[in-house]
T-cell receptor, first 114, second 112 residues
């Protein structure tokens, strides 16, 4: 069974600094996809970034990058130049290619301080 | 529509009553998912529809929960004889192909 672990219930960062949110996963599949979503207090789930297990390059989307270490089974999200609007809950999720559902971690509450 | 639409956005119901939650996916998206998010928790998979295939119901927590998808589009999640532990945000997502899951804004269900 697949499992996602986010060990940081809460993180704090100063505005304009970079922050790394941790995510480790467990799967027996060779082919899978890793996702990060942002959930502000309004409740919507906003897709941030995706990494396929066979992608050789780490995914990047603007200020977001995914530090993918396949051997360690980790997929940490790096947010550069934090902004006050980045304050939200962040979820790591995985989809095994053999299935279709996303399995989510418990989330990390990020607070950006001015 | 442009996004996934869920209704109602909020629902308060008395314990023991039945409720229906609606999801209108993005046009052309063949896959539709229901998730449940309890307060301060991650998302828990409930059920998945893909085209005309039989749905994956493996995440439904009890037989009080059921869902259908009519005409490959709109889906309704029904909870019978609601209990207080059913209080949560119910999120719907749709996908056409590839990694692009789009979530709705959810229905916040409160059972009193």
């Amino acid at each position: 069974a697949q499992k996602i672990t986010q060990t940081q219930p809460g993180m704090f960062v100063q505005e304009k600094e970079a922050v790394t949110l941790d995510c480790t996963y467990d799967t027996s599949d060779q082919s899978y996809g890793l996702f990060w979503y942002k959930q502000p207090s309004s409740g919507e789930m906003i897709f941030l970034i995706y990494q396929g297990s066979y992608d050789e390059q780490n995914a990047t989307e603007g200020r977001y990058s995914l530090n993918f270490q396949k051997a360690r089974k980790s997929a940490n999200l790096v947010i550069s130049a934090s902004q006050l609007g980045d304050s939200a809950m962040y979820f790591c999720a995985m989809r095994e290619t053999s299935g279709s559902r996303l399995t989510f971690g418990e989330g990390t509450q990020l607070t950006v301080n001015p | 529509g442009a996004g996934v639409s869920q209704s109602p956005s909020n629902k308060v119901t008395e314990k023991g009553k039945d409720v229906e939650l609606r999801c209108d996916p993005i046009s052309g998206h063949t896959a539709l998912y229901w998730y449940r998010q309890s307060l301060g928790q991650g998302l828990e998979f409930l059920i998945y529809f893909q085209g005309n295939s039989a749905p994956d119901k493996s995440g439904l927590p009890s037989d009080r929960f059921s869902a259908e998808r009519t005409g490959g589009s709109v889906s309704t999640l029904t909870i019978q004889r609601t209990q207080q532990e059913d209080s949560a945000v119910y999120l719907c997502a749709s996908r056409r192909e590839g990694p692009g899951y789009t979530f709705g804004s959810g229905t916040r269900l409160t059972v009193v």
